[in-house]
């Protein structure tokens, strides 16, 4: 069941998201080495809760943090824990926010400190693979085009796709129908409609697709242990095309800095 949102609802998940973004940058303004990834939740959590929101993801499905927390070959669902950054690690950053009804959710994959210019490629190519995907996110195109766009835009560049976690609709529910898979083809799937706000969110690995799922119920990891990047935003599907509710230009001002 896709649940169309009115413009008003559209506006309420906006916030939302916009709350997300400023609490990735606040996060992104804090990585750096010896920085642990619990320290990283406890900034997110007070940053959410001050702005008037709860944090998304804590208690979801028995989830224990406010942030997943996803370092080098962690694809998703890193548990925030002791772990101290370290120089040259790649670290996906994934944060929801609830308030006024509507859930926020977003990722950002940060650099922390000098990383290689193959790790800083296969970043620039998942957050590449986040763009072309959103580019087909208009009325009267299929779901099938934006995971098509995604996956062609990171296989051409020699990197693989993962396929057991996938984008979905976003609402009062952080996961809603579609389900938007970042690999598929065109014309296949649901249609887009005016209306519907989905997240988009390229898990993107160097080498293998495959993942481990960890025994501690959450992390998720290349089953190679080569390092994967992972960016998410929200999307609403207007009849002028995409309106990503998400702001990474707040996130990479912040960085700059
Ligand atoms: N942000 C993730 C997603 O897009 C959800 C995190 S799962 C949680 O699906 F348990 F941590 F909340
Ligand atoms: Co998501």
């Not at 990585?31 to 990834?37: D, L, S, Y």
């Not at 943090?65 to 070959?73: F, G, K, M, P, Q």
């Not at 598929?184 to 988009?200: Q, S, T």
Request: net charge negative; glycine share 10%; with cysteine.
């Amino acid at each position: 069941m896709i649940y169309l949102k009115s413009e008003e609802e559209i506006e309420l998940l906006r916030e939302n998201n916009l709350l997300v973004s400023a609490t990735l940058a606040e996060v992104g303004r804090h990585i750096a080495p010896g920085v642990t990834t619990k320290e990283l939740d406890r900034i997110a959590e007070e940053f959410i809760r001050s702005h008037g929101a709860v944090p998304a993801f804590l208690g979801y499905n028995g989830y224990p943090a406010s942030l997943c927390v996803s370092v080098n070959e962690q694809v998703v669902h890193g548990i925030p824990s002791d772990y101290a950054l370290r120089e040259g690690d790649v670290v996906s950053v994934d944060c929801g926010t609830f308030m006024k009804g509507f859930v926020g959710d977003s990722a950002y994959t940060f650099a922390v400190g000098e990383i290689t210019p193959e790790v800083q490629r296969l970043l620039d190519t998942t957050k590449e693979a986040l763009y072309k995907g959103t580019e087909q996110a208009r009325p009267g195109n299929r779901v099938g085009d934006i995971s098509a766009a995604v996956q062609y835009c990171a296989e051409t560049a020699g990197y693989s796709v993962v396929r057991e976690l996938v984008g979905h609709g976003l609402g009062r529910k952080m996961h809603e129908d579609p389900e938007v898979p970042n690999y598929g083809a065109r014309g296949r799937g649901p249609l887009l409609k005016a209306g519907m706000v989905i997240c988009i969110e390229p898990m993107i690995n160097m080498g293998v697709k495959q993942v481990v799922f960890e025994r501690d119920g959450w992390t998720v990891r290349t089953r190679d242990r080569k390092p994967s990047a992972h960016y998410e935003f929200a999307v609403a599907i207007t009849k002028n095309g995409p309106d990503v509710l998400t702001d990474f230009s707040v996130i990479e001002q912040a960085l700059k800095k």
